[in-house]
């Protein structure tokens, strides 16, 4: 069983950065591949960013490759999503999550946090 709890969302100016993070429990935090998605106002949830196990490679929305970057931490059992230049089409709630193995889809996921509020004023 692995918790996830999402921070580190707010309001921010269009060209600003966030970075969230995503704290697990349990101790096998380390054997999941974590992803980012998230879900706009009318919108459908859609993926963001997703990393290994291991760390190291990465993969990324269309969206978003150039100003989002993830980012992992074992020893800490967090996930980072460090987001640069953000704009207005950013404004959503994002969701982590933890899965088997990385994909851009969301139900090959098995655990997903509660989400946190980004929103992107123009």
């Known amino acids: 069983q692995v918790q996830l709890v999402e921070s580190g969302g707010g309001l921010v100016q269009a060209g600003g950065s966030l970075r969230l993070s995503c704290a697990a429990s349990?101790?096998?935090?380390?054997?999941?591949?974590m992803g980012w998605f998230r879900q706009a106002p009318g919108k459908e949830r859609e993926f963001v960013a997703a990393i290994r196990w291991s760390g190291g490679t990465a993969d990324y929305a269309d969206s978003v490759k150039g100003r989002f970057t993830i980012s992992r931490d074992n020893a800490e059992n967090t996930v980072y999503l460090q987001m640069n230049s953000l704009k207005p089409e950013d404004t959503a709630v994002y969701y982590c999550?933890?899965?088997?193995?990385?994909?851009?889809?969301?139900?090959?996921?098995?655990?997903w946090g509660q989400g946190t509020l980004v929103t992107v004023s123009s």
């Open positions: 349990g101790r096998t935090f380390r054997h999941y591949a």
């Open positions: 999550a933890a899965g088997r193995f990385v994909s851009n889809y969301g139900g090959n996921y098995d655990y």
